[in-house]
């Protein structure tokens, strides 16, 4: 007996989201179908509509995006492409062909002017050219009438791709011996990407079934804490797997590395209505310690 399968189109395919999602593994008579730019051209509406129409998927998600904070500050026109007219041009078909969109957004559409985690009917005001193009996507993308849930989160980290995680890693192991200088008055919300990851895999089935989430929600590692402070836990990780001498780590101010996009002091962001709907917490010390040895084992062996 045959199985009618049913597809989930996963806008993206290498990034680190993406890749997490391809890593998962999907119910029976699930196919998860990931558009990469050699099956999807995100800068063509129509070409996205007649994509999606004849896949007939029974959930959208969209990881694509210009994430490249500091690039998209000289990119404008095109992380306003990838960023606001994609979500809303994914949103406009969902909406045509009567399916849910999941679509992943940032703590960066955020001030970061804050002493508590943010919520999510909290007041947007980004302050770099990468988080104004996620919240024009995210206010586009909830224009359209389709049913969509938009899922804020932040500070990914995994096995997969460039993130903060493999950079610091990078320069604990480089062997130099020099300080490592990371800034302590940012503060945010870790994320373990796979763990992320394995939530929107859920909440796209369950939409697929007919559930109703709310249009915004956060989903992001518990519990805040400063890059410093992250990264004497990765220090922590590597010396419990036996690693060597480690470089010193050296506190310093966001005044004191500039950089060309201006980011939020604190933009943590509170899941507590993302748990409430039975979603788990992502507890980004409790995946940190596998994590970091999985990771030194892959560049000892590299």
Same mark, same amino acid.
Do not use: C
């Given at each position: 007996?045959?199985?009618?399968?049913?597809?989930?189109?996963?806008?993206?395919?290498?990034?680190?989201?993406?890749?997490?999602?391809?890593?998962?593994?999907?119910?029976?008579?699930?196919?998860?179908?990931?558009?990469?730019?050699?099956?999807?051209?995100?800068?063509?509406?129509?070409?996205?509509?007649?994509?999606?129409?004849?896949?007939?998927?029974?959930?959208?998600?969209?990881?694509?995006?210009?994430?490249?904070?500091?690039?998209?500050?000289?990119?404008?026109?095109?992380?306003?492409?990838?960023?606001?007219?994609?979500?809303?041009?994914?949103?406009?078909?969902?909406?045509?062909?009567?399916?849910?969109?999941?679509?992943?957004?940032?703590?960066?559409?955020?001030?970061?002017?804050?002493?508590?985690?943010?919520?999510?009917?909290?007041?947007?005001?980004?302050?770099?050219?990468?988080?104004?193009?996620?919240?024009?996507?995210?206010?586009?993308?909830?224009?359209?009438?389709?049913?969509?849930?938009?899922?804020?989160?932040?500070?990914?980290?995994?096995?997969?791709?460039?993130?903060?995680?493999?950079?610091?890693?990078?320069?604990?192991?480089?062997?130099?011996?020099?300080?490592?200088?990371?800034?302590?008055?940012?503060?945010?919300?870790?994320?373990?990407?796979?763990?992320? &990851?394995?939530?929107?895999?859920?909440? !796209? #089935? /369950?939409? =697929?079934?007919?559930?109703? $989430?709310?249009?915004? *929600?956060? +989903?992001?590692?518990?519990?805040?804490?400063?890059?410093?402070?992250?990264?004497?836990?990765?220090?922590?990780?590597?010396?419990?797997?036996?690693?060597?001498?480690?470089?010193?780590?050296?506190?310093?101010?966001?005044?004191?590395?500039?950089?060309? &996009?201006?980011?939020?002091?604190?933009? !943590? #962001? /509170?899941? =507590?209505?993302?748990?409430? $709907?039975?979603?788990? *917490?992502? +507890?980004?010390?409790?995946?940190?310690?596998?994590?970091?040895?999985?990771?030194?084992?892959?560049?000892?062996?590299?």
């Amino acid at each position: 007996m045959s199985i009618a399968f049913r597809t989930i189109a996963v806008i993206g395919r290498n990034g680190q989201l993406a890749r997490e999602l391809a890593d998962l593994t999907w119910p029976g008579d699930i196919r998860a179908r990931f558009l990469g730019r050699g099956e999807i051209n995100l800068f063509d509406p129509d070409a996205i509509t007649a994509r999606l129409t004849a896949l007939q998927p029974v959930a959208i998600i969209n990881t694509a995006a210009h994430t490249a904070v500091d690039l998209a500050e000289t990119e404008p026109v095109l992380a306003m492409q990838l960023n606001a007219e994609v979500p809303a041009t994914l949103a406009a078909t969902a909406r045509r062909i009567d399916v849910p969109l999941l679509h992943v957004s940032t703590d960066y559409v955020f001030s970061g002017r804050h002493n508590m985690p943010y919520r999510e009917d909290d007041v947007t005001a980004p302050l770099s050219v990468y988080g104004q193009s996620k919240r024009a996507g995210e206010i586009a993308a909830l224009a359209a009438g389709a049913r969509v849930t938009i899922l804020r989160s932040g500070g990914l980290f995994g096995r997969h791709g460039s993130n903060f995680l493999k950079t610091m890693l990078a320069k604990a192991t480089a062997g130099s011996g020099d300080p490592v200088r990371v800034v302590a008055d940012q503060i945010s919300t870790p994320t373990p990407t796979a763990a992320l &990851a394995a939530t929107l895999q859920q909440m !796209a #089935l /369950d939409m =697929s079934a007919g559930r109703v $989430l709310p249009t915004l *929600l956060h +989903d992001a590692g518990t519990k805040p804490v400063s890059w410093f402070d992250f990264t004497d836990a990765i220090f922590a990780a590597l010396a419990d797997v036996g690693f060597g001498k480690l470089p010193p780590l050296v506190p310093v101010g966001v005044a004191d590395y500039p950089r060309p &996009a201006p980011r939020p002091l604190y933009s !943590a #962001l /509170d899941s =507590s209505l993302t748990h409430s $709907l039975g979603y788990p *917490l992502l +507890d980004w010390q409790a995946a940190l310690p596998s994590l970091v040895a999985h990771l030194t084992k892959e560049r000892i062996a590299a």
